[in-house]
């Protein structure tokens, strides 16, 4: 395959079945029975999994080192809360959204514990570091 071109394949739903990057790099893609994508696998044969809700909403996004990201919705199927994950559970970072009354999201507040600043001390600038 020439470099800048992508090759896909697809399955008899039409589903994305494979993936060759520009690199020749070979992504496959899995679905479950009502065609939601379950599991992308990488070049390295690394997976992600993906989970749903029994409304169909994309709840867990599983890498292959354990880290994940968790999704929650609120009664509108709008996304009210995004976590990521360390493998043991721990918080990597988390973020809180909230909505207009006619679905417009209108905050996306991260959640952080503790910040400190550093100085920066080639451009004299202050950078939060996640502590």
Do not use: C
Not at 8 to 13: C, E, K, P, V
Not at 73 to 102: E, H, M, P
Request: hydrophobic share 25%; proline share 2%; aromatic share 10%.
């Amino acid at each position: 395959m020439s470099k800048n071109r992508v090759q896909y394949t697809y399955d008899s739903r039409g589903n994305r079945s494979s993936l060759i990057d520009a690199d020749g790099g070979w992504f496959t893609y899995a679905y479950d029975s009502v065609g939601r994508i379950s599991h992308l696998e990488n070049p390295q044969n690394k997976r992600t999994t993906y989970a749903y809700d029994a409304a169909s909403r994309h709840t867990v996004k599983r890498l292959a080192n354990g880290t994940r990201a968790s999704f929650t919705y609120d009664g509108a199927n709008q996304l009210t809360r995004l976590a990521n994950l360390k493998s043991d559970g721990s918080s990597i970072s988390s973020f809180d959204y909230k909505y207009d009354s006619v679905g417009n999201r209108t905050v996306a507040r991260p959640e952080v514990t503790t910040v400190g600043l550093r100085r920066d001390k080639t451009i004299h600038t202050l950078r939060p570091t996640v502590l």
